[in-house]
């Protein structure tokens, strides 16, 4: 089974939500962002962000997260259905990543993608590249992130 079989062409598949809490936040920084704004809500509001908010590499990195955990889900119901879930191998990459807006301490992203196409690759049968894109909307249902990203799928 392919993924063109399971999700129409853009049709938007909610992936699941991220609370993106203080703890999380400073704790994802301090590993991997170690910029104030992200470290201390003390300091964070005299900034141009006005408030602890969360890193864009952590607002992507959550958008992973909920995406594996939906294509696992994806996975198991097609098996339950008794197909072959679809074989998707590494990313060649991604484009256009915006963080829109910040995400601020207390705030939950709801992450969705869309199947937007599929093309073989050139000299390599038995192989596409799918594209993808996401988004996130916070709570209030602002866009708050997207990206463009591809993948290659196995026939």
């Known amino acids: 089974m392919m993924l063109r079989d399971i999700m129409m062409v853009g049709e938007a598949i909610e992936m699941g939500t991220y609370e993106f809490t203080a703890e999380r936040i400073v704790e994802f920084a301090s590993q991997f962002d170690p910029q104030f704004f992200h470290l201390?809500?003390?300091?964070?509001?005299?900034?141009?962000?006005?408030?602890?908010?969360?890193?864009?590499w952590h607002i992507s990195a959550a958008m992973m997260k909920c995406n594996v955990e939906a294509i696992k889900r994806q996975a198991k119901a097609v098996i339950e259905a008794g197909g072959v879930p679809p074989k998707i191998g590494p990313s060649p990459g991604f484009k256009n990543m915006k963080w829109l807006k910040p995400v601020y301490a207390g705030d939950t992203v709801t992450y969705s993608m869309r199947f937007t196409r599929s093309r073989p690759v050139p000299y390599r049968p038995g192989r596409n590249i799918v594209e993808i894109s996401y988004e996130g909307l916070n709570q209030k249902g602002d866009l708050v992130f997207t990206v463009e990203a591809s993948v290659v799928e196995f026939e």
Request: aromatic content about 0%; glycine content about 18%.
């Open 40 to 56: 201390d809500a003390e300091k964070a509001k005299n900034s141009v962000l006005g408030g602890l908010c969360a890193s864009g």
